[in-house]
């Protein structure tokens, strides 16, 4: 009983918790290259998490963006189309690729 009280009070305890001064959340801008296949990137990939995911991943193969966006539809249900799916790969890899197929 004290176990579940202490989980409890730290647990609820934090939505009661103030800050008496102002908080800035710091702007990044990421470099985000045009091409053809921004267009499917933009409604497909950009509508759940920021380009700053897909810069992170840093320079990879074409593999890799394919299994990427395979992941994106699988686990996370990207509701993405046949078409999009090869224009967004190829995309990705162009202008965020390392230039090998694997």
């Not at 305890?13 to 990044?28: D, H, M, R």
């Amino acid at each position: 009983m004290k176990k579940i009280l202490l989980l409890s009070v730290l647990t609820f305890g934090s939505l009661f918790a103030q800050v008496n001064s102002e908080v800035e959340v710091p702007y990044i801008a990421y470099e985000i290259k045009m091409g053809k296949g921004f267009d499917a990137v933009q409604a497909n990939c950009l509508m759940c998490h920021s380009f700053g995911y897909i810069i992170n991943q840093g320079p990879q193969s074409k593999e890799f963006w394919a299994k990427k966006v395979e992941k994106m539809i699988v686990h996370f249900k990207a509701p993405m189309t046949k078409e999009d799916i090869v224009t967004v790969t190829d995309y990705l890899f162009e202008h965020y690729g390392n230039g090998k197929l694997k």
